[in-house]
């Protein structure tokens, strides 16, 4: 099976700008949660999209959005970008369940200038 | 709220040596607990979970929910061993979802 994939794997965005990533899960899996990871505060929990449907939204402001497709790949936009926002975006996909793995794609590294 | 903690940011050991990571976690239901792992230029993935109880390139982890731990042990470190590791803890969310909180790490160095 195909691995989760990232689209862009870079970003160059200047403040006040807004910016769209993709994230295609693995085949099957339904549940596509995004996170944020910076080198002060880890890996922190943006959002989880299950069929469609947002179940699961982080401690983020509403600048953080996302959404699924029927296809399971998911989007993620930020919108007014500031420089807080520089950090690695990554998703992970899985089947949905508590016990289930998660499975990390390589991530968007995104710098805001 | 759900926390978890790693309370070594760095830990060095010599090849051959034994390795502990620790990881303590807090919650007040059962917990599903996860370790992850990132090699060097790799993606993060699952190293092993406390359900499987199984042992995974020679690491072993075992839930004690009276000391709410959930230390990562090796007997003998390998070089390849050397990389960033992840405790996680799964809680629901409501809604059907469950939510993965993960500690801040801990860079494993294995020194030959």
């Known amino acids: 099976k195909a691995g989760v994939t990232q689209t862009p794997r870079y970003l160059i965005k200047t403040r006040g700008q807004q910016v769209t990533l993709s994230c295609s899960p693995i085949?099957?899996?339904?549940?596509v949660s995004w996170y944020q990871q910076t080198p002060g505060q880890g890996l922190q929990f943006l959002f989880e999209y299950f069929s469609e449907t947002q179940r699961n939204k982080g401690n983020f402001p509403g600048r953080f959005s996302g959404r699924q497709f029927s296809n399971s790949r998911s989007e993620m936009n930020v919108s007014t970008l500031e420089l807080g926002d520089s950090a690695l975006y990554l998703c992970?996909?899985?089947?949905?369940?508590?016990?289930?793995?998660?499975?990390f794609g390589p991530g968007t590294r995104l710098l805001v200038l | 709220a759900q926390r978890v903690t790693q309370p070594e940011k760095l830990l060095s050991v010599f090849k051959g040596a034994p390795v502990e990571l620790k990881c303590n976690y807090s919650y007040s239901g059962s917990p599903e607990l996860f370790w992850y792992v990132q090699y060097s230029r790799q993606r993060l993935q699952l190293l092993l979970r406390?359900?499987s109880r199984e042992s995974i390139k020679g690491f072993t982890a075992d839930l004690n929910k009276g000391e709410t731990s959930f230390h990562l042990k090796k007997p003998f470190a390998q070089e390849e061993d050397s990389a960033m590791y992840y405790c996680a803890l799964s809680v629901p969310s409501g809604a059907g979802s469950y939510q993965l909180t993960f500690g801040k790490g801990t860079k494993l160095s294995v020194i030959p």
């Open positions: 992970a996909s899985s089947l949905g369940g508590p016990k289930e793995t998660q499975y």
């Open positions: 085949s099957g899996h339904r549940s």
């Open positions: 406390h359900i």
